[in-house]
């Protein structure tokens, strides 16, 4: 076997090609699912990988799946891959990178001239990013069952195009194959995709062990006081929903610290009515975000953030809330973190085992495989914004460290 080895220049070819597409006139990347910009970054790959003589196929959701066999047929693929949809004024390595990593690591066991016994399957997982239909991570939700195929095609955006037929106009005519597999069709999966955080930079590592993808509790809250002269109105005769929902925002800091294992909360919505200047905030509708990497951590943050809202009575404010969603965490499966930190110690790369606070494909995955992901490190922990960027020899490196992974899972 030739030396097993991502080419760094063909790989930031690709993704700048990709790039080419969903350039955003506000800056970054603007590619929603389906669209003639998702279109085109996905026909660059599929030409990729046509060249790599991969049988490329998409199932009825409009999931891209590309075979390169193994040697034995009845034994269950290797899986691996991302997205290419990104959110509106993104950057253009949160899920291209796992495509073109995917991409560019399968030729790389071409040039070393690796037969593996097991198949590996490049997948390309539409919508992921829920940033155009109501809901993320549709394609590999579909894959996992979670949601039917009916289920997928009925989603309608913020226009009223059905999923269906924006797909009809995404992917070439013809039979597709079954979007959902069973246990034990896909012997494991695994993802490469930008950190999004600042954790390997802070630790000094180049590669990041997917240990759990976090679980996530949003809720929405109705603060009601009386909105009033901020000049005639006395301090003692207020009923401010703006200081009801700053305690609660505060006492929700202090329950993730408190609660610990990872838990983390954010009031990122908050909007403050009348919002007059001279007006005393009358009602708030803020939006908490919760997430921890296990449900009983989930849990624990999640009753301190009930139970905080109690606060609003003792200004005499009136409080309402609804759980808007929850996303169980998922945990990745112990095998295939450990072939993720042996692949990096083969590649001489130093890995850290962590938690991804951000929702992907693999959550889904792990459902119906062992699973695990391959993180590489944001530059500055950005990421959703056009600065999102990791130096090229990190890319270089995750997409050579998926290589020696695929390499050891298909045998
Ligand atoms: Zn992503």
Redesign the pocket.
Known sequence: MNELRVDGDSLMKLLSELAAHGRSPSGGWTRPALSEADAAARRIVIARLAALGLEIRHDEVGNLRARRPGSDGAAAPVWTG??LDSVPSGGYL??PL?VAGAVCALEALARAKVKTRRAIEVVVFVG??GSRFPRGTIGSAAVSGELSAVEVLALRDAEGVSFADALAAYRDPGAAIPARVAPGEVHAFVEL??E?GGVLEANGAQIGAVTAIAGLVQRAVTFTGDANHAGATPMHLRRDALLAAAEWALALERAAREVGGGAVATVGKLEVFPGGKNIIPGRVEAICDLRAPDAAHLDAVDARAVAALQHGAARRVAVSERRLQRVEPGAMDERVIAAVERAAAQVGLRSHRMVSG?I??ALHMAEVTASSMIFVPSVGGRSHCPEEETRPEHLTAGATVLAHLLLGLAG
């Open positions: 991302s997205h949160d899920g796992g992921e990013e995709h930008v999004q951000a992907h494909d």
